[in-house]
């Protein structure tokens, strides 16, 4: 099965800096690939995803880099806010008719903090 | 995404006690699935339910936790004569489709504290 690792687990910036967390899968059939935001005591929420037929997607301040060959996708967020605090989750999983929502798996996390 | 409801949001529950936790779906959507995290742990699927039908429990303990998604009323996970580990907070997810690629909405969890 899928196993999704993620790193760093902690990581602090200063307000205005750039921040990358990085995400490994294992499972070579995977093409779908989102990431979701939790505040500290709120729900995940889906901040963005991308599917591998694309390398790269942008929203505003958050891209999403995709490298299939190596089986990793990134999230950048650029000129961090404090607001931009909380924990990020990856996940991984293949899309399609086959295959539902309960075969997304979930990274452990990264906890970012952005120092004013 | 205000639309799934998660009671009670904190649940307090000696050991060998029941506890039940309920999520209401956004309306419309016929998907559940129950997560649970552990501190500082991510997101750990536990079940899947659509009305009336488990379809994947790969990821619930074999003992003590059960869920059901009746025709009415909410979904519910239950956990039997609950011991320290269980505590955790408990998300449930709902989508209006079943195929990945559909966003599925989070509530905002139930967190149990087993004393």
């Known amino acids: 099965g899928e196993n999704v690792e993620q790193h760093p687990s902690t990581l602090s910036v200063q307000e205005g800096d750039s921040a990358v967390i990085k995400c490994t899968y294992s499972d070579s059939a995977s093409n779908y690939f989102p990431w979701y935001k939790q505040e500290l005591g709120k729900r995940p929420q889906l901040i963005i995803d991308?599917?591998?037929?694309?390398g790269e997607k942008k929203d505003q301040r958050i891209a999403v880099t995709l490298n299939k060959t190596a089986k990793h996708f990134s999230l950048h967020i650029t000129e961090t806010q404090p607001e931009d605090s909380a924990v990020y989750f990856c996940?991984?999983?293949?899309?399609?008719?086959?295959?539902?929502?309960?075969?997304?798996?979930f990274g452990p996390g990264t906890s970012l903090s952005v120092i004013p | 995404n205000a639309g799934v409801m998660q009671n009670p949001r904190h649940l307090v529950r000696r050991r060998g006690q029941e506890a039940r936790l309920r999520c209401s779906p956004v309306?419309?959507?016929?998907?559940v699935y129950w997560y649970r995290q552990l501190p500082e742990e991510g997101l750990k699927f536990m079940v899947y339910l659509q009305k009336e039908n488990i379809i994947d429990e790969s990821g619930m303990p074999k003992e003590r936790f059960s869920a059901e998604f009746p025709k009415e009323g909410p979904s519910i996970l239950r956990i039997q004569q609950v011991v320290r580990g269980d505590s955790a907070a408990y998300f449930c997810a709902s989508s209006l489709d079943r195929r990945v690629g559909t966003e599925a909405f989070f509530g905002q969890g139930t967190r149990l504290t087993v004393v």
């Open positions: 991308i599917r591998s037929n694309v």
């Open positions: 309306k419309g959507h016929s998907h």
């Open positions: 996940a991984a999983s293949i899309a399609g008719m086959i295959n539902s929502y309960d075969k997304v798996i």
